[in-house]
């Protein structure tokens, strides 16, 4: 079974030392080509092999790398482990015709393995694999639910690309193994209803009412065998590899691992090989970023990539076990904190391997009054479920002192939206989980351009008296609602 592809696409100077180091170039038929003289090594994020890792994950040690290649050259493989580099085994390359060949090794700790290219005169590879001769343990068939509003440009680029892959094409080990499921809060797309394509209309009940929606389309149709549950935004880049990897990962994964989610790390957008986060710490909501900011062009990186561990993954890329979604739905938060809950409800560490994630806007692109209400008001329910709330006099004081910095910059908007979202915190979880999400988030723009000082004022009041005669209260009946 195959479980890494290298890979090398067509990319900017500033990003191929993400996939190898050297000069080579890739051909419009996805062919590495190297003249004479030229050496390129794969001791990168993308086509390195965490042998220990996948041990961890699997129990398998044996492995094989298989290539495709022609030419006049010698491939190396190298195992890398505390800084030191040992030579397993070499080929020696030398026919104008495509030659396959292998080399198989073992694995019991915790390297990493890479692949070395010399060339003597031109050398073309056409294809490097790692595979194993384990048998998969189960089978695997991942619902896709994609939730979107009005993103159609980015969406349909993206479900081309799933299209065009090996899940789309008969004869392949993928095909049938991944079905999507796109939830259009806009409906601004055609429906289609097949069973590898759904697009479904829907209300605009937000991120989390859109996913909602797109489990319980899995939940219905059993007859599809969905083994698991990716969620993923509608507006990220990615490579193919990441579902290839991460099939693999569910087919070949131990049983104790099953009940874990598969988190998809995000790299930035604007600078695509910085790696913005692995997995996230809930912190009670100043969350803190796993393998943030980091170069992983840089080879002190790769050691550590799949080692720092987290709660829970965000909701651009994650694959839920079956059982967990059959059983669990997400809260009406519209947007924000909704992957927070539902990860830590999980109650797992999420499992990260290198490959597999995508390209993102991050945070910093994003904020508006209206995302500013959804991160106090969800925040704080996410901390009374999940019982981490600090106490009342120093939430009171945390708050006081954010809403006078607004004030102090005359950022009136964020001061009102901020108020509102602790005063709809405080009025309870009765109201939260009965009110109408589409209905509430389109009363919400106006709801903070209408408050003035003097209802800000009134609100604060109310927000107080609640705080300091039933925060307890409060608290025990968002995690009562939520059972």
């Not at 065009?164 to 939830?183: D, Q």
């Not at 009965?434 to 009134?458: P, S």
Request: with cysteine; aromatic share 14%; hydrophobic share 35%.
């Amino acid at each position: 079974m195959i479980v890494q592809n290298i890979i090398y696409p067509e990319i900017s100077e500033e990003e191929k030392e993400l996939f190898f180091r050297g000069n080579a170039l890739t051909d419009k038929n996805g062919i590495l080509h190297l003249q004479a003289g030229e050496r390129i090594v794969f001791d990168t994020y993308m086509n390195v092999f965490d042998a220990g890792i996948w041990r961890e994950y699997t129990g398998i040690t044996n492995w094989k790398i298989v290539f495709e290649a022609c030419g006049n050259g010698r491939i190396s493989l190298y195992r890398f482990y505390e800084g030191t580099r040992t030579l397993v085994s070499f080929k020696e390359i030398c026919d104008r015709e495509d030659v396959s060949d292998y080399i198989f090794f073992e694995e019991k700790g915790n390297a990493l393995y890479y692949l070395q290219i010399e060339a003597k005169d031109d050398f073309r590879l056409k294809r490097a694999i790692f595979s194993t001769e384990a048998l998969s343990k189960r089978e695997v068939c991942i619902g896709t639910v994609i939730c979107t509003y009005h993103r159609e440009k980015q969406l349909l680029q993206n479900l081309e690309k799933v299209k065009a892959s090996l899940f789309f094409k008969e004869g392949t080990e993928y095909f049938g193994k991944l079905n999507l499921c796109v939830i259009d809060n806009a409906s601004s797309l055609p429906e289609q209803k097949e069973k590898s394509l759904v697009i479904c209309h829907n209300s605009n009940t937000g991120g989390s009412g859109g996913f909602s929606k797109g489990m319980e389309y899995i939940r219905q149709h059993k007859e599809y065998g969905i083994t698991n549950v990716l969620l993923m935004d509608d507006d990220v880049d990615f490579y193919m590899e990441s579902f290839y990897r991460m099939y693999a990962l569910l087919a070949l994964r131990k049983n104790e691992m099953q009940n874990r989610v598969i988190a998809g790390r995000m790299f930035r957008a604007d600078k695509k090989y910085i790696q913005y986060t692995k997995t996230e710490i809930w912190n009670r909501s100043e969350i803190l970023h796993t393998g943030w900011m980091q170069d992983m062009r840089k080879v002190e990186c790769l050691p550590w990539m799949n080692l720092q561990e987290g709660e829970y993954s965000g909701w651009w890329f994650a694959c839920f076990p079956m059982e967990f979604v059959q059983k669990e739905k997400p809260l009406p938060f519209f947007l924000h904190c909704d992957d927070v809950e539902y990860g830590l409800r999980l109650g797992t560490v999420p499992m990260a391997l290198n490959g597999i994630q995508v390209w993102h806007e991050t945070y910093e692109y994003r904020q508006s009054p209206v995302i500013a209400y959804y991160d106090v008001r969800n925040s704080l329910i996410t901390n009374a479920i999940c019982g981490c709330s600090i106490g009342r006099r120093d939430l009171w004081t945390l708050w006081t002192q954010k809403l006078t910095d607004y004030l102090e910059q005359g950022n009136l908007e964020y001061y009102f939206a901020t108020i509102l979202g602790l005063y709809d915190f405080v009025m309870g979880a009765r109201r939260f989980y009965r009110e109408d999400i589409e209905k509430h988030h389109n009363r919400l723009k106006t709801r903070i351009t209408r408050t003035n000082r003097q209802k800000a004022w009134w609100c604060l009041k109310v927000i107080y008296v609640r705080l300091m005669v039933c925060y307890k209260k409060i608290q025990n009946a968002y995690r009562r609602e939520n059972k």
